[in-house]
């Protein structure tokens, strides 16, 4: 019997991480489009705790980030992509028999 041993990418998130790489990544984009908190409360109506609480990293809840990628005219998807992503692998034993 032959053993090989494979190495396998497993998809893990880590949700503070998320949290955190996305709170920057809106605070960037609100950067980028010029727009100051007080803007941001002022032309699109958000208040200024939560501003404050999602670039700081402390979560968001599916209908903010909706509300955030439509203020700021990006896909949902661009918004998130890759964030919180953690690499692993796994090593997988086989054994497999020479006949």
Known sequence: MKKTNKSVPVLRYDCKAFYVEL???IRQL???HGLTIRALIVQHGFHTTQI???EKGDG???PMLL???QTFQVP???LVAGLGKVEESVELRSE???K
């Open 23 to 25: 709170g920057k990544r």
């Open 30 to 32: 609100r950067k980028e």
């Open 52 to 54: 404050q609480r999602i």
């Open 60 to 62: 968001i809840s599916v």
């Open 67 to 69: 509300r955030i990628a």
């Open 76 to 78: 949902l998807e661009n």
């Open 96 to 98: 497999t028999s020479n």
